[in-house]
C-alpha cells in the first residue's frame, strides 16, 4: 500500500505545493495528515478545502493547534476527508490506530496520556492484525521527540507504551519541528515524522 503523509503544514502555501506535487506524480492510495495543518485554525476551511481537492482519501487528526470539535465538524462536509481521532479503522489490510490533539508531555517527566490509554483499553480486541499508529504527538525516548536545544526527549510515554506492546509496522507522527524527516526503526516498527513536505512511505 502507497501512503502519502505530513505533518504540521501551518498552512504554508510553499509546502502546500510541494506536497501537491509530489501527490499528483506519485498517486497515493490514501494520504495521511498527522494534525497542525494550521496556524490556531486561521482560514481552517480553505486550508481543508486544499486538502480535500487533492482527490485521494485523507485520514486526518487534529494537532494541538486545532480542537477537535472543530476539525470533526468540518471534515463532515468534505468529500475526501476522514477525520479518525479516537477511532480504530481498516485501510486495506491494516488497522490504524488514530489519536489526535497532545503536544508536549513534559520535559523529562515521560509523561503520558491517561485519555490514550483508556480509549487503547476500550477497545483492546479490535487491535489486531499489522497495526498503524496514528497521532500528532511523538512517542517518548524516540529519535522523533528529542529537542537538541533542550537535551530532553518530550513524547507521550503511552504511545511508546502501546508500541511495545502491540508493535506496529509503522507509527507515524509530527509536532516536532526539529525532528521532521527523522525515522528510526524500533524492533519492526518504523517511527516516521514525515514533516511539512510529506513523503511517501510504502507498507
Avoid at 468534505?78 to 481498516?90: D, L, P, S
Avoid at 490506530?97 to 476500550?122: I, M, P, R, S
Avoid at 509496522?169 to 527523522?182: D, P
Amino acid at each position: 500500500m502507497k501512503l502519502f503523509a505530513f505533518t504540521d503544514l501551518h498552512a504554508s502555501i510553499t509546502d502546500f505545493k510541494r506536497i501537491e506535487a509530489k501527490i499528483k506524480k506519485r498517486k497515493p492510495d490514501a494520504i495521511i495528515c498527522c494534525g497542525d495543518f494550521t496556524i490556531f485554525e486561521q482560514n481552517i476551511e480553505q486550508v481543508l478545502k486544499k486538502i480535500d481537492a487533492f482527490g485521494f482519501p485523507v485520514y486526518l487528526i487534529h494537532g494541538n493547534h486545532e480542537m477537535d470539535a472543530i476539525v470533526k465538524k468540518l471534515c463532515s462536509k468534505t468529500k475526501n476527508i476522514q477525520f479518525v481521532h479516537n477511532k480504530i479503522f481498516k485501510m486495506g489490510d491494516y488497522t490504524v490506530v488514530a489519536h489526535g490533539g497532545g503536544g508536549f508531555y513534559g520535559k523529562g517527566k515521560l509523561a503520558g496520556d491517561k485519555e490514550f490509554e483508556e480509549f487503547v483499553q476500550k477497545n483492546k480486541d479490535k487491535i489486531t492484525g499489522q497495526i498503524v499508529l496514528l497521532t500528532h504527538a511523538p512517542p517518548a525516548n524516540s529519535a522523533l521527540d528529542y529537542i537538541s536545544w533542550m537535551d530532553d526527549h518530550v513524547g507521550c510515554k503511552s504511545y511508546m507504551d502501546f508500541i511495545k506492546e502491540y508493535k506496529p509496522i509503522l507509527a507515524l507522527s509530527g509536532h516536532i519541528h526539529e525532528t521532521f524527516g527523522a525515522v528510526q526503526k524500533l524492533g519492526k516498527t518504523i517511527l516516521c515524522n514525515p514533516g511539512p513536505s510529506g513523503r511517501i512511505i510504502i507498507i
